[in-house]
């Protein structure tokens, strides 16, 4: 593995999009549909892919199940085999969970996997101490490099102030965050954070899917020290691009050009923010708290033919009341987000062997 070659990837930023997973009408692992969902997002242009996160079912985990080693294993075979036909890696992102003793073993296995980062979830220490979460994320990040995530409360995350933020950049092996609270407060608090901790290798990856484009087109500027520090958002670890995949990875390359250039964000950029916020508000089902935020992606990919229903692991999460009509609404309101023809024009393909 080239680790400053992955590092510059990292903090240029890309395209990350979480991977969901497939399963049969009985709620077993589909190998097949897992695999071409892999190479869907590989085929769109993305730069890495994040595996056994939420977007995956945390359930995965659950003894009986037992499917948190298998998909992870399943996702590095197929960037494998297209990291053989790149020039730059995909990046190998794969979710940590649970207390200190479970969290490590994770991460032990997502290393062995050929995975370069944990995106540590603090889920299971809702009631711990400061003192304790960051002894918890040294614990992962002497066996992985550390991307820290800030889960929003109403999916399973907890409130993590500025505080713990500037005592996380001073753990030496944390490579980037995700900041996924839904909240403009607490986004500030980490980017902040970042900046004043003069960490400038740690990369910043929006999960805010309810603000992803303003969130990649923004300086964030804070005076720190009697001197102003300025710090972007690299790219996205999302959700939401886990569909219209193709088409998310242009607009990532939109907004990065138009952060590039420092001046002026366009009305066109600021419209398509609303149309980007209005498609996520459907498919992570907003109107019912979130009850059908995976199912919402599972239907998309359904309607595009990569999967074959919305089933998840726990039987209970399905779609919320009227999400069905409402991604009729977002399909008619804004065909140019959806990338149907690619899907249909390369599915075969993904589907075979």
């Not at 794969?94 to 062995?112: F, L």
Request: aromatic letters at 8%; a negative charge.
């Amino acid at each position: 593995m080239n680790a400053s070659l992955i590092t510059e990837i990292l903090q240029q930023g890309t395209a990350i999009p979480a991977h969901p997973l497939a399963l049969t009408a009985s709620r077993k692992l589909d190998e097949r549909r897992q695999r071409a969902l892999s190479r869907y997002y590989i085929a769109s242009g993305v730069g890495g892919l994040a595996v056994g996160v939420h977007t995956t079912q945390f359930e995965i985990r659950n003894p009986g199940i037992d499917l948190y080693q298998p998909v992870l294993e399943l996702a590095a075979e197929e960037m494998n085999r297209a990291d053989a036909l790149r020039e730059n890696p995909l990046l190998r992102v794969a979710g940590i969970c649970g207390d200190t003793k479970q969290a490590t073993s994770e991460a032990a296995i997502a290393r062995e996997a050929g995975y370069h980062f944990g995106l540590l979830s603090l889920s299971a220490l809702k009631d711990a101490d400061q003192d304790t979460l960051i002894q918890h994320c040294q614990a992962v990040s002497e066996v992985i490099p550390v991307f820290g995530f800030y889960l929003q409360p109403d999916v399973g995350g907890r409130l993590l102030p500025y505080s713990f933020w500037r005592r996380f950049c001073e753990i030496e092996n944390v490579a980037a965050i995700k900041m996924a609270p839904f909240n403009r407060y607490h986004t500030l608090d980490v980017i902040r954070a970042v900046a004043e901790s003069g960490r400038e290798e740690i990369a910043l990856y929006t999960g805010n899917d309810d603000n992803i484009v303003l969130d990649l087109v923004t300086p964030f500027r804070f005076n720190s020290d009697g001197k102003q520090i300025e710090r972007r958002i690299a790219g996205g670890l999302l959700g939401h691009w886990a569909v219209w995949t193709s088409k998310a990875v242009e607009l990532l390359k939109e907004c990065q050009q138009v952060a590039a250039t420092n001046s002026d964000i366009p009305l066109s950029i600021l419209h398509r923010n609303t149309e980007v916020t209005d498609c996520n508000a459907v498919l992570f089902d907003v109107a019912n708290r979130f009850q059908g935020c995976i199912p919402g992606i599972h239907d998309v990919l359904r309607r595009q033919g990569l999967l074959e229903g919305t089933w998840c692991l726990n039987p209970n999460e399905t779609l919320g009341h009227g999400q069905l009509e409402e991604i009729d609404r977002i399909y008619a309101a804004y065909p140019h987000l959806n990338d149907d023809e690619f899907v249909a024009a390369n599915r075969s393909d993904w589907l075979s062997g």
